[in-house]
Structures are given as structure tokens and as C-alpha cells.
């Protein structure tokens, strides 16, 4: 019992230091974001997007799913597991760097794969980093791993802003990345310091299980990088590369709240799922609690987001203006669906349900690629935040026939209902505020504010309880204490 009890407080307390990391990463984001607009324009974007999407990419491929591996083994990580594992790591980093060397050699590709070719020495640093990042994770210091996070995006975000403002381009992107990796692995070794022996790796049973293990788990995460890679091989050589970077940053920008949220679920939801996956009354009441905030949490980020982004890009950054209506529509299907999908995902991690939700990324991916061509070709580059709103609207009654099935007796239609009326209300508000006031930065910041608000004001009228709880705690709790 005091085990539990012990167990609980130190999963709400590291979901109180990830909360506050995730409060500052996603403001550093969000601002550095916005002003590297200025320096950079959609092209740059959009060939970086490639290089990402390849990085992101080879990095799972490297990391084999051995870190969540080790995490979800109830025994404690040892130094000949982690040798074993990090020497196979590096094998398949070496492969694929190679290729990509032999590939610039030859001539293919050489702008992109040379940036690649830098960019690529992120994945061993990143390797090192990880198995300091896995002890952390399983220990459930959340609290050190935020101070890492929050220290690695003021890395990024400062340099890239720097080196863009001095006009170096993608190049911007790519230095930066290297100095974030190579000093979050300082900071982070400061914390825990693994002695590796090092040799040449053998294809274990206990690799094996990893590795399965590992393509279970980020199934979904790879079939998303296959999903997202129709934005520039569909739209790229149809509308041109500045079209994908436009997409890029309103997607981006369009789910910016979702991931802040999400994060901060998938760090602090897996682990501690994975420790009740016996009793089905906690898997429900927490499961309930986790969605019903997360719903009205990301209502209260998309307020100001929807009231300032427009007015900031006509204003400032008219190159973007072709953003603001893919950035809409793509909200529409995030406010309706989105915190029910990033609330479940973790929680099915955490009881070992990964190859349900592997299937699931398996139909999305194959819906983008079938429905892109023709959206993108009828409707332009709206087609593509219209194929998002698809494929939630496609994905949601299996997805609750799949949350009803695994989530014994839960019940989400007051989680889903109240919150949206209440935001519906508040908006239709605002808007008709806007309509009868002159356009003007700091009075759209006030109606900001005075919409989130009355969305809580409106909420508290249909459950008190609820935003009584939310006030009481003040920070984003995701389990009940």
C-alpha cells in the first residue's frame, strides 16, 4: 500500500516538473518559431522538412525500440544490457551513415545529402544520450529529465535564430541540432554515467525481444514519418517546394497545444500504466480524468491561437499568409478528436497494447497516401489539412470500439460534450467582439484572455467540480492522487 501510495506521488510530482518543462519548451518553441519566420522563407522550409523527416527516420531506426524496452521490464538496467544494446545501436547508425556516404559520392541528391551527412553525426550523440535518458525515465525522475529538455530547446531555438539571422539557411537547422545534442549529452551524463564495453554485437535472443518489442511500440511513430513524407513527395512536385514549407508550418503551428499536452502524457502515462495494468477500476477512472482535462486543457491553448495567429501573419509576415486557412481547418479536427487520441495512445502503451495501435497508424498512413493525390489536385494545398480532418473523422468509430474494448466500462461523452459547448459559446462571443472592434495586437491579446475566460466561466456553469479541481491543482494533473 505505502509502495502505491509512494508510486503515485512521484508520478503526479514528475507530471508537475514535465508539465512546467513543457510550459517553457513549448513558449520557446512557439517564439522561436514565430521569429525565425522573418529570416526564413517557405522554400527553406520545405527542402528542411525533407531533411528531418530523413533524420527523425534513421534516428528510430538506430534506437531499434531498446530504450522503452528496458523501460517496460520490470528487472533493473545493467551495464552488460546496456553494452549489448548500444553497440548494436551504433552498427545500424554506421550502416546507414555509410550509405548515405557512398549515396553523395556517387552524386545523388548531393545539396540535401550533404546537409544529411552533418546533421547525421546528432544519432550517436543521441544513442549515448539515451541510455542516461532510459535510467532517468525508469526511475521516474521526471524532474531531471525536464531540466535536460527545457536546457537542449534554449540550445536549439537560440543558435537556430542566430545562425538564421545571419543568413545562413538550413544550415541554421542543422548546426543547431549538433550543439543541442552534444550539449544535452554533457548535462544529462552530470545526472547518470554509464562505462560501456563496447564490441562487436551478436543477435541475441534478448535483442531479439527488444527489437520486436521496440517495432511494436513505434509502429505508430514510423508509420508517421511515412504519413507525413506525402507532404513532400506528393505536394513538392505538384505545387512546389515553398507549398510544402506553408504546409509544414501550419500543421505545426495547428498542433502545437496537442503536442504540449501529448508530450507530457507519453512520458509520464506509459510508465505509470504499465504499473496498474492489473486493475481495471484505476485503468477507467484515470483513463476518464486524463481525457476529460486534456479536453478542456487544449481548448484553453487553442483560444489565444485561434484570436492571434491570423492577425500576427497578416501583419508581420504577409509571405505566410497562404498558411491561415490550412492552419484552421487543421484545428477544426484537432478540437474535436485530438485529445482523445493523444489521451488513449499512451494509456494502450502502457497496458502492452502497441499492435492495436500500430494497426490504427497502419490505416492512417494508407488513407493519406490514397486520398493526397486527388485532394491536393481539386482542392490545391488545402487539400492537405482537409486529409487530416478525414482521417480523424475515418478513425473515430474504431477507435472507440477500441478504447471500449480495452477500457472496461468507460464513459466519454460528458468529457467530449462539455468542454466543446463551452468553447463554442466562448468563441462565437469573441467573434462577434471582434467583428465590432477596430483590429489592433493588444486588444486581440485582451479578447484572448477574456475568451479563456468565459470558456471557464461557461464550463464551470455545466460541472463545477471539474474546474474546481482544475483550479486546486493548478498544473496539468493527469492521475487522481
Known amino acids: 500500500m505505502n509502495s502505491s501510495k509512494s508510486l503515485n506521488k512521484k508520478i503526479i510530482s514528475g507530471t508537475i516538473f514535465y508539465a512546467i518543462r513543457q510550459v517553457l519548451v513549448t513558449l520557446i518553441q512557439l517564439i522561436s518559431s514565430i521569429l525565425i519566420l522573418k529570416w526564413l522563407d517557405p522554400v527553406s522550409f520545405g527542402n528542411y522538412s525533407i531533411i528531418a523527416l530523413v533524420l527523425g527516420l534513421s534516428q528510430l531506426i538506430a534506437d531499434g525500440g531498446f530504450g522503452v524496452y528496458l523501460i517496460q ?114 548535462l544529462i551524463k552530470s545526472y547518470k554515467s554509464w562505462n560501456y564495453d563496447f564490441k562487436f554485437p551478436k543477435y541475441n535472443n534478448k535483442i531479439k525481444k527488444a527489437i520486436q518489442f521496440g517495432i511494436s511500440y513505434h509502429t505508430p511513430t514510423l508509420i508517421n514519418y511515412l504519413r507525413v513524407a506525402a507532404n513532400p513527395i506528393i505536394i513538392g512536385p505538384i505545387l512546389g517546394m ?83 486557412p490550412l492552419f484552421y481547418i487543421a484545428i477544426i479536427g484537432n478540437i474535436l478528436f485530438g485529445s482523445l487520441s493523444f489521451s488513449t495512445f499512451p494509456v494502450l502503451n502502457g497496458l502492452g497494447k502497441t499492435k492495436i495501435i500500430a494497426i490504427s497508424s497502419v490505416i492512417s498512413v494508407l488513407v493519406t497516401w490514397l486520398l493526397i493525390y486527388p485532394l491536393i489536385h481539386y482542392f490545391g494545398i488545402l487539400g492537405y489539412s482537409i486529409l487530416g480532418l478525414l482521417i480523424w473523422i475515418i478513425g473515430l468509430i474504431p477507435g472507440l470500439y477500441l478504447i471500449k474494448k480495452h477500457i472496461y466500462n468507460v464513459t466519454l461523452l460528458k468529457q467530449f460534450l462539455n468542454p466543446l459547448i463551452a468553447f463554442t459559446i466562448s468563441m462565437l462571443f469573441i467573434f462577434f467582439l471582434i467583428k465590432i472592434t477596430t483590429i489592433s495586437i493588444p486588444l486581440y491579446i485582451f479578447l484572448s484572455l477574456l475568451g479563456i475566460a468565459s470558456y471557464l466561466l461557461i464550463l464551470y456553469f455545466i460541472d463545477k467540480k471539474v474546474v474546481k479541481d482544475l483550479y486546486n491543482k493548478l498544473i496539468f494533473p493527469f492521475l487522481k492522487k
Not at 541510455?131 to 527545457?150: H, T
Not at 540550445?155 to 550543439?179: D, E, M, N, P, Q
Open 242 to 324: 515553398a507549398a510544402v514549407g506553408i504546409a509544414d508550418r501550419a500543421i505545426f503551428f495547428a498542433w502545437l497545444p496537442l503536442y504540449f499536452i501529448g508530450t507530457i502524457q507519453q512520458k509520464v502515462l506509459f510508465p505509470y500504466f504499465s504499473s496498474i495494468q492489473s486493475s481495471n477500476e484505476k485503468i477507467k477512472s484515470n483513463f476518464e480524468f486524463i481525457y476529460y482535462f486534456s479536453s478542456i486543457l487544449d481548448k484553453i491553448f487553442y483560444i489565444p491561437l485561434i484570436i492571434l495567429a491570423p492577425l500576427i501573419i497578416n501583419q508581420f509576415y504577409p509571405v505566410w499568409k497562404d498558411a491561415i
Open 73 to 186: 521490464q520490470q528487472s533493473e538496467i545493467i551495464k552488460e544490457d546496456l553494452s549489448e544494446i548500444v553497440s548494436f545501436q551504433f552498427l545500424i547508425y554506421l550502416i546507414i551513415h555509410i550509405t548515405l556516404l557512398c549515396l553523395y559520392s556517387f552524386g545523388y541528391y548531393s545539396e540535401i545529402l550533404l546537409y544529411l551527412l552533418f546533421t547525421f553525426f546528432v544519432i550517436p550523440i543521441t544513442i549515448l544520450r539515451a541510455s542516461n535518458y532510459v535510467w532517468l525515465e525508469k526511475k521516474l525522475e521526471f524532474d531531471k529529465i525536464a531540466i535536460v529538455e527545457v536546457f537542449e530547446t534554449v540550445i536549439y531555438s537560440v543558435f537556430t535564430l542566430i545562425l538564421a539571422y545571419k543568413g545562413l539557411g538550413i544550415w541554421s537547422f542543422v548546426i543547431a541540432a549538433l550543439l543541442k545534442s552534444i550539449f544535452g549529452y554533457i
